[in-house]
């Protein structure tokens, strides 16, 4: 049987990750491969590397950590950040990536998502959706969730389904932050409308959120977080121990 | 020296680096004399079979790769090099294989539970036949051992050739052999370690 996947996601800008983190036995705490390698030889099931960088500088900096990091660690990669065209799929691929994650360069151009998904195939194209509760309905959100696009979330989802979307990436705004647990309801609510994984994102706190969601959603596919695994609040062979012992399906 | 076959399908770097990474002479190589004096030969593929198949025709390859095989050179098959050593396929049609190792290639929709989800992605454990001596592909792995899969279509019809399986509702085909031709379903350059200890052991063999 498949197992639940642990996600952390490394934001990157100028080639540097941008969270301060503290990890004993590691010196370079802000080296995009070191980390991506201590994840990788602690249980992390896959990673994401978020590029937030504006400038044409910061991009080819981006391209060569991740082909130092392609070239380093093997399992999965995701790279999000900045996807608008397929040239921009093209350039992270050709850089190791495995999928690449597109958000506001599919709300500008609605069909990036079929045409990535015709050349690369579905299981390349993760679209990833901010979503915030707006006069009680989940709304999605642009650009960092700083613009509210009025989209109907479910229905874009579906839609991202629909055009060719191999994995949906659910961060809820409402939840980000807080450390008070997933969005259960949302998560729900997405979880019921499709059928590629689901990834659950956003307020994570401790162990114990991951076992609440894998538990109330025993069919959401995976957990992603940053700052928790980042600053060691949670350590993932723990977590995957914990995982287990509730009678959860994970990667040991 | 290791000849990873390039002849246009999919991202090759990982599997490239991979072998880098345990210390092999591995080349990406799509000139027929270079691939003919490697010790040993690797087919990678993502993408759809009909597709690939045409590709690895039209370059001249596969007679290559089927020759070379023929005379007992070591072949690694991988994800959709793994299903393209098979004889056919019914992924969009039917396409002919290389025949390499006996059975077909078919959708896993049908024999899929309800509430699986298709493609099947991500790690999921190894299970060796109790039948038959482990191979030795697997040499430094253990019977649950966990790989990467990203997969719809799986190779059926070969139960003989089978050497390891993974729970999918079903039991599905996850490794196959015939000789010294050797195929993985999963990623073993996206599965950490395992994969490593895998690519490890096909490249210590005799060829």
């Given at each position: 049987?498949?197992?639940?996947?642990?996600?952390?996601c490394l934001d990157v800008r100028d080639g540097r990750v941008?969270?301060?983190?503290?990890?004993?036995?590691?010196?370079?705490?802000?080296?995009?491969?070191?980390?991506?390698?201590?994840?990788?030889?602690?249980?992390?099931?896959?990673?994401?590397?978020?590029?937030?960088?504006?400038?044409?500088?910061?991009?080819?900096?981006?391209?060569?950590?991740?082909?130092?990091?392609?070239?380093?660690?093997?399992?999965?990669?995701?790279?999000?950040?900045?996807?608008?065209?397929?040239?921009?799929?093209?350039?992270?691929?050709?850089?190791?990536?495995?999928?690449?994650?597109?958000?506001?360069?599919?709300?500008?151009?609605?069909?990036?998502?079929?045409?990535?998904?015709?050349?690369?195939?579905?299981?390349?194209?993760?679209?990833?959706?901010?979503?915030?509760?707006?006069?009680?309905?989940?709304?999605?959100?642009?650009?960092?969730?700083?613009?509210?696009?009025?989209?109907?979330?479910?229905?874009?989802?579906?839609?991202?389904?629909?055009?060719?979307?191999?994995?949906?990436?659910?961060?809820?705004?409402?939840?980000?932050?807080?450390?008070?647990?997933?969005?259960?309801?949302?998560?729900?609510?997405?979880?019921?409308?499709?059928?590629?994984?689901?990834?659950?994102?956003?307020?994570?706190?401790?162990?114990?959120?991951?076992?609440?969601?894998?538990?109330?959603?025993?069919?959401?596919?995976?957990?992603?977080?940053?700052?928790?695994?980042?600053?060691?609040?949670?350590?993932?062979?723990?977590?995957?121990?914990?995982?287990?012992?509730?009678?959860?399906?994970?990667?040991? | 020296?290791?000849?990873?076959?390039?002849?246009?399908?999919?991202?090759?770097?990982?599997?490239?680096?991979?072998?880098?990474?345990?210390?092999?002479?591995?080349?990406?190589?799509?000139?027929?004399?270079?691939?003919?004096?490697?010790?040993?030969?690797?087919?990678?593929?993502?993408?759809?079979?009909?597709?690939?198949?045409?590709?690895?025709?039209?370059?001249?390859?596969?007679?290559?790769?089927?020759?070379?095989?023929?005379?007992?050179?070591?072949?690694?098959?991988?994800?959709?090099?793994?299903?393209?050593?098979?004889?056919?396929?019914?992924?969009?049609?039917?396409?002919?294989?290389?025949g390499l190792i006996p059975g077909c290639v078919v959708s896993?929709?049908?024999?899929?539970?309800?509430?699986?989800?298709?493609?099947?992605?991500?790690?999921?454990?190894?299970?060796?036949?109790?039948?038959?001596?482990?191979?030795?592909?697997?040499?430094?792995?253990?019977?649950?051992?966990?790989?990467?899969?990203?997969?719809?279509?799986?190779?059926?019809?070969?139960?003989?050739?089978?050497?390891?399986?993974?729970?999918?509702?079903?039991?599905?085909?996850?490794?196959?052999?015939?000789?010294?031709?050797?195929?993985?379903?999963?990623?073993?350059?996206?599965?950490?370690?395992?994969?490593?200890?895998?690519?490890?052991?096909?490249?210590?063999?005799?060829?």
């Amino acid at each position: 049987m498949i197992t639940k996947r642990i996600i952390p996601c490394l934001d990157v800008r100028d080639g540097r990750v941008v969270k301060g983190v503290n990890f004993e036995g590691l010196q370079d705490v802000s080296s995009p491969v070191d980390l991506g390698r201590y994840y990788s030889e602690n249980g992390a099931d896959e990673l994401v590397f978020y590029d937030i960088t504006a400038s044409a500088e910061g991009r080819r900096l981006f391209a060569d950590i991740l082909r130092e990091v392609a070239a380093t660690i093997f399992i999965p990669l995701t790279v999000g950040g900045g996807i608008n065209t397929l040239e921009d799929f093209d350039r992270v691929l050709k850089c190791g990536a495995d999928k690449v994650s597109v958000n506001s360069g599919a709300i500008r151009d609605p069909s990036l998502i079929g045409k990535a998904a015709k050349l690369y195939g579905n299981q390349c194209v993760v679209l990833s959706v901010d979503v915030k509760r707006v006069d009680g309905r989940f709304t999605v959100f642009a650009k960092g969730g700083r613009e509210n696009t009025g989209m109907d979330a479910l229905e874009w989802i579906r839609r991202g389904e629909a055009d060719g979307a191999g994995e949906i990436v659910v961060n809820s705004i409402d939840t980000d932050g807080v450390k008070s647990g997933f969005d259960i309801e949302m998560l729900k609510a997405v979880e019921e409308i499709v059928s590629v994984p689901v990834i659950a994102s956003g307020g994570a706190g401790g162990i114990q959120d991951f076992i609440d969601l894998f538990r109330e959603i025993p069919d959401i596919d995976a957990g992603l977080a940053a700052s928790i695994f980042h600053f060691g609040e949670v350590q993932i062979p723990e977590l995957k121990r914990q995982l287990a012992e509730a009678g959860i399906n994970v990667r040991r | 020296m290791i000849a990873i076959v390039d002849y246009g399908v999919g991202n090759i770097f990982s599997l490239y680096s991979s072998f880098r990474h345990i210390g092999a002479d591995a080349r990406l190589s799509s000139d027929p004399g270079e691939i003919r004096r490697a010790d040993k030969i690797v087919l990678p593929g993502v993408g759809a079979f009909g597709d690939a198949a045409r590709k690895l025709r039209n370059s001249g390859l596969a007679d290559v790769v089927t020759e070379e095989a023929e005379k007992g050179k070591p072949l690694l098959g991988i994800c959709l090099g793994m299903q393209l050593l098979f004889e056919k396929s019914f992924e969009y049609g039917e396409h002919k294989g290389l025949g390499l190792i006996p059975g077909c290639v078919v959708s896993m929709e049908p024999v899929v539970p309800e509430g699986y989800k298709v493609p099947h992605i991500g790690w999921n454990a190894l299970h060796f036949p109790k039948d038959r001596p482990k191979s030795p592909i697997f040499r430094d792995v253990r019977e649950g051992d966990f790989v990467y899969f990203v997969h719809t279509y799986y190779g059926t019809d070969c139960s003989e050739a089978v050497i390891a399986t993974t729970e999918y509702g079903p039991e599905l085909t996850a490794a196959v052999s015939a000789g010294s031709v050797y195929g993985l379903q999963f990623h073993p350059e996206k599965s950490g370690e395992t994969g490593m200890k895998i690519l490890k052991a096909f490249c210590d063999m005799e060829g």
